[in-house]
């Protein structure tokens, strides 16, 4: 949009016309005070200004503009019976443009100007777009490299605590192996099987995780007895964790087409979340069902919980709730994995959650995919 500064209104209407008529959009002024006044409230792209005013002059608006920031880009054409004033003004207005046109106006040569500093106008912001894009592209490369480095350190960390418990129970299982006391040493060596197998695990999730960047996760679909799957599932998990209660419910799903291995690791993985993020909780609930032509999975807790702008994060990529990561240890991938997995069974992840109330993390996928028989 153009501003028309001109005391004089025949100055104004005739200039109008014939902006208007060319296709710009044009707005006026009469005085110096009422262009300020509209220059606060609005952006234009050019000032057309006139230098002799009664009250305020045009070099005075100028100057007085030239510290908005909303008239940064604005340049400004003086209507002018003589140039020699100009250099007075141009030291206090660096940007935008500056120009004039000696009176009376030959309307052709204020058209020409009027055009290069509209394209001058469009190009700068083109530029100034493209700047923003780099900008932005560049923090967003920089904060996945922070992202990287914060995950290699805690990948570590994770990494080193099974292996410092490995070692102590090592060393402690050789002073009982001098006192051959058979007892302590099945004890102690249960206990580095245990370490081993949280140490397998984080390893097999580094490499799932490096399987998928690489594209190179693959799957052995068939057909398998969900049911089964699920019982076997629920008797190792109970076994395992004596102190909750782990209780089943739903109906017989039958037999389901899928890597059945991958699908027992997001099932794994869930509900190992839910017990580790259901401190002081006594139970969780796992339920299997038909959903139409999905198989329908989820695990239900009464634990922390999350709200609903986690809910939307938690399956990418290192997210963890800051809130909880320091009470919790984590490498915020097992739900990435997960995800990836069933959505490369054309499947659908997702959780209900309240904060202090629980989550319920659940499943789709497909049960017999198209072209796949029995
Ligand atoms: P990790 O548990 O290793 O951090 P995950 O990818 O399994 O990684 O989970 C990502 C984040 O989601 C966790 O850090 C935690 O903040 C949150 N989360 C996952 N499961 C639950 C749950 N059942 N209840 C509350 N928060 C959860």
Known sequence: M??????APENIISLKKVLEKNGFEVDTASSGEEALKKILKKSYVLIILDV????????????????????KETAIIFLSAASANLNLITRGY????????????????LLLKVKTFYRIYEQSRALNEMQKTLREEIEFRKEA???????????????????????????????????????TIRTRLHKVQNQVEKLNL????????????????????????????????????????????????????????GDEMRIEQVMVNFITNAIKYSPDTEEIHLSA????????????????????????????KFYRIEE?????????????????????HQGTVGVHSKPGEGSEFYFTIPANPEGKNQ
Do not use: W
Not at 2 to 7: A, K, R, S, T
Not at 150 to 168: D, Q, R, W
């Open 2 to 7: 153009i501003l028309i500064v001109d005391d």
């Open 52 to 71: 002799q005013m009664p009250g305020m002059d045009g070099f005075e608006v100028a100057e007085t503009i030239s510290g908005y920031s909303r008239a």
């Open 94 to 109: 660096s940007s935008g443009g500056l120009d004039y046109i000696s009176k009376p106006v030959d309307m052709n040569i």
């Open 145 to 183: 490299e922070r992202k990287k480095d914060e995950f290699i350190s805690i990948a570590s960390h994770e990494l080193k605590t099974p292996m410092t418990s490995i070692k102590g129970y090592i060393q402690l299982l050789e002073r009982s192996l001098d006192k051959n006391d058979i007892e």
């Open 202 to 257: 984080l390893i097999a999730d580094l490499l799932d995780i490096s399987k998928i960047e690489s594209g190179k996760l693959k799957f052995n679909k068939k057909y398998f007895c969900f049911d089964h799957l699920f019982g076997h599932i629920t008797e190792i998990m109970q076994q395992s964790n004596p102190q909750i209660k782990i209780i089943k419910k739903g109906h017989d799903v039958g037999n389901v087409y």
């Open 289 to 316: 069902m038909m959903q139409g032509d999905d198989v329908y999975f989820s695990v239900r807790d009464f634990g922390i919980g999350m709200s609903e702008e986690h809910q939307q994060k938690i399956f990418d």
């Open 324 to 344: 909880t990561s320091e009470r919790f240890q984590g490498l915020g991938i097992g739900l990435y994995i997960c995800r990836e997995i069933i959505e490369r």
